[in-house]
C-alpha cells in the first residue's frame, strides 16, 4: 500500500513540499540514512528496480533523492512529474518513492487517476467533504482513507482487498473465511406447493400472478432509486408496531420507551 503517485492542486505544491521537507526532518533528525527505524529495500533486484525508476523519470526531484547500493539504501524520495507517462506514475514503487503531479481541478484529478489505474488497491483523499465524497464516488478502489493514509489497511477486523485489476476478493478475520467460502442455494419444492406455483406454466392468469407476488414479499421496493427509504403508510405503520426504526436509533428509542414505561410504573406504586 505504498502511495504510488499523489496529485496535488498547483496553486498547494510549494507548500506540499515545504511540509514534506518539514516531517522529513521531524522524522529523521539525523538524516534518513542514520535512522534507527528507516527499512532497507529487501533485496538487490528490488533496489535496482525502484532506482531505475529514479534514473529514468523527467521529472525534478525535490525531496531525498539519495542511494546506497552497498546498504540496499534508498532514501524517502519525491519527485515532481509534469506528465502521467513518466515512469515514477505509470510504474508502482512498493518502495519509499512517489510521485507528486500537479493538477489545475479535481476534474483533472479524477480524469488522471481513472487513466492510470482505474481500479486502485488504495485510494486516499485529503479534501473537504463534498470533495471526499465526490472522489468515493468516481473513483472504484479496494479500500480508501480520507484526510489520512493507509488507515483502513490497519484495522485487522476490516476486510482488505483489491477490486478488478488491483485483486478480487477480500480476507482478514471473517472475510478470511467467507472469501474461501461457497454458499450454495438448495431448494426443495414439496408437492403440496404444485398448485401454489403453477403460474410458472401457460397459460398464465392475472389471478395467479398476484399470488405468486404476495409469496414473494410482494409490492414495491421500499427505496427510491437513490437507494433512500420511501417513508410511506407502511413504513410508519411498521415503524409504530416495531416501536422504532431498526439500527441504532431504533433501539434507543426502545429504551427510552422501557425507561418511561418503568418510570410510570414506578410512579403510580409510589401512589
Known sequence: MAHNYVLVDEEVVRPFVDHLHAAARQFFPDGARASPDLSRIVNLRHFHRIKRMLDNTRGQIVLGGQTDEDDLFIEPTAVLVDAMDDIMV????FGPVFAIYP???????????R?????????????????NERILNEITSGGATLNDSFFHGSVNTVPFGGVGGSGMGAYRGKA?????????SVAETPRWMEPLIRVRYMPYKWSELRRLR????????DFDRNGRVVR???YWVAFVLRLGAPGVKGALLRWLFLLAAGYVAALRRSL
Open 90 to 93: 505509470q510504474e508502482e514503487a
Open 103 to 113: 493538477v489545475h481541478s479535481l476534474d483533472e484529478a479524477l480524469n488522471i487517476a
Open 115 to 131: 487513466r492510470v489505474d482505474p481500479t486502485p488497491l488504495a485510494l486516499f483523499a485529503c479534501g473537504s467533504t463534498a470533495e
Open 176 to 184: 478470511s473465511f467467507d472469501v474461501w467460502t461457497h454458499t450454495r
Open 214 to 221: 404476495l409469496l414473494n414479499g410482494g409490492g414495491t421496493p
Open 232 to 234: 410511506g403508510f407502511r
